[in-house]
Nanobody
Framework: QVQLVESGGGLVQAGGSLRLSCAASGRTFSSYAMGWFRQAPGKEREFVAAITRSGGITEYADSVKGRFTISRDNAKNTVYLQMNSLKPEDTAVYYC????????????????WGQGTQVTVSS
């Protein structure tokens, strides 16, 4: 069992930055690929970024490529999402998720989900 708790969301002006954190419970964090998803009001949840168990491979949605960076610290059981050059269209609830394999994780087929943290970008 893995519990995920996101933090770091908030209100920021367009062009600003935020860093989201997702703290995982349990001793098996390094066994899971991790990902970030987001859901804007009235829209379906969408993939944002993912990272393999070792952190050696990362993947991003085209909409955030070059602006967002996913990273992880297995010693701290934490995954991060550094968000730069934020745009109003980045406004959403951001969720972290865990899955053993990254391919199904990217499709949203995750074993564990956090409760989400709100990110609001004002224009």
């Amino acid at each position: 069992q893995v519990q995920l708790v996101e933090s770091g969301g908030g209100l920021v002006q367009a062009g600003g930055s935020l860093r989201l954190s997702c703290a995982a419970s349990g001793r098996t964090f390094s066994s899971y690929a991790m990902g970030w998803f987001r859901q804007a009001p009235g829209k379906e949840r969408e993939f944002v970024a993912a990272i393999t168990r070792s952190g050696g491979i990362t993947e991003y949605a085209d909409s955030v490529k070059g602006r967002f960076t996913i990273s992880r610290d297995n010693a701290k059981n934490t995954v991060y999402l550094q968000m730069n050059s934020l745009k109003p269209e980045d406004t959403a609830v951001y969720y972290c998720a865990a899955k053993i394999l990254m391919a199904p994780l990217k499709r949203g087929s995750c074993d564990y989900w956090g409760q989400g943290t709100q990110v609001t970008v004002s224009s």
